[in-house]
């Protein structure tokens, strides 16, 4: 097999520009926060080769397409158990994973937001992310209070990790090109190993806040707050967007006193 097939299904847009790969993997940063890396969907493994040069660091790649699969176990034979053919979303990361870790990849677009959901869901593990991602998402990631992109995503994201915009990368550099501009960001696991309120709450807060963004939070949160008690609260006349973490964790500690 000399190559394999990107698949519109999965969302594959295969990165065949080595300096643009070299230079993903050289935003890894393990310091000693870890050594363990998880590549996910490698594709053909022009990340992979760069990745594999770095002897300090245990790499593990992870596609849910066969093809590719096959492809990089003729690529790689020393891999072993850590080239995996498997679904990422599924997933147990303590099956694989021994301590902190990372993850890298050229991310399918068709299911980003589920890749982010699923570094939060693990987020006391992976403490750090490299990512490429169409544009317009990675512009979520890093948005700031009182943008129009700032949305459900970046108050999730920044709540507990550093989110920086790296490099903006052009449609031309993948096979086959896609109809957008693409991005890599880095996630470094922040200081905070719990939000000082509710987390679950926290979670509905933001939720539905951002369901709802054109309403000021006193409506789109109806349904969660005691209006009477929080009829002075002048955050609810604000709409979502407003609000930073900082905010947030403080509105759900308010509306956890007063229900």
């Keep these: 097999m000399t190559s394999v097939r990107a698949k519109k299904y999965l969302g594959q847009h295969f990165l065949t520009d080595k300096n643009i790969a070299g230079k993903i993997v050289e935003s890894l940063r393990p310091d000693d926060k870890y050594r363990q890396v998880l590549e996910v969907g490698p594709g053909m493994g022009i990340l992979s080769d760069f990745l594999l040069q770095k002897n300090e660091l245990e790499v593990f790649l992870i596609d849910i397409d066969t093809e590719s699969y096959q492809y990089l176990l003729k690529k790689y034979p020393s891999l072993g158990n850590r080239l995996i053919n498997a679904d990422f979303l599924t997933m147990d990361f303590a099956a ?62 920044q709540a507990y990790y550093k989110v920086e915009y790296l490099f903006t990368v052009k449609a031309g550099v993948f096979n086959p090109p896609p109809k957008v501009l693409s991005a890599v960001i880095r996630l470094t696991r922040n200081a905070t190993s719990q939000l000082n309120c509710d987390e679950k709450l926290f979670w509905r807060v933001v939720k539905a806040g951002f369901n709802q963004r054109r309403k000021t939070l006193r409506n789109a949160l109806s349904a969660l707050i005691n209006k009477e008690k929080m009829s002075d609260e002048p955050m609810l006349d604000l709409r979502a967007e407003r609000l930073s973490v900082d905010d947030f964790v403080g509105l759900t500690n308010k509306i956890s006193l007063n229900r």
Excluded: H, W
């Design 96 to 157: 694989f994973f021994d301590g902190p870790m990372a993850i890298i990849g050229n991310f399918p677009y068709n299911i980003s937001s589920q890749i982010l959901f699923k570094v939060l869901d693990n987020r006391r593990q992976v403490v750090e992310v490299v990512g490429m991602f169409q544009k317009e998402v990675a512009e979520r990631c890093t948005a700031i209070p009182g943008s129009k992109e700032y949305g459900i995503v970046s108050v999730f994201l």
